[in-house]
């Protein structure tokens, strides 16, 4: 094989395990949220966002499980900033 080949070959084969590696880190981060911290995330991660998305994605899930009374709405500021972080970690 030539060495381009296998470089593109090498290259689809890393693909996705990179994808993999970041998933791994945004939910080892997800671990250490709270509960409403971790269904915030959750439906965050569900809606499949992108970094341009991300912000957008985590405010609607977010509004939409405290108007639902499925999370606190005292805290759910902060549990979506925390879970934005391991949403942001997932992305990288």
């Known amino acids: 094989?030539?060495?381009?080949?296998?470089?593109?070959?090498?290259?689809?084969?890393?693909?996705?395990a990179?994808?993999?590696?970041?998933?791994?880190?945004?939910?080892?981060?997800?671990a250490n949220l709270t509960a409403?911290?971790?269904?915030?995330?959750?439906?965050s991660m569900a809606a499949k966002p992108t970094a341009e998305t991300m912000k957008?994605?985590?405010?609607?899930e977010t509004r939409g499980l405290a108007m639902g009374g499925k999370i606190a709405r005292g805290q759910a500021r902060e549990n979506a900033v925390a879970a934005g972080?391991?949403?942001?970690?997932?992305l990288r």
């Open 1 to 16: 094989m030539s060495r381009t080949m296998i470089a593109a070959v090498a290259a689809l084969v890393l693909l996705p």
């Open 18 to 30: 990179t994808a993999w590696a970041d998933a791994a880190a945004g939910n080892a981060c997800a």
């Open 36 to 43: 409403d911290g971790k269904q915030i995330y959750t439906a």
């Open 56 to 60: 957008d994605v985590v405010e609607k």
């Open 85 to 90: 972080e391991c949403i942001r970690a997932a």
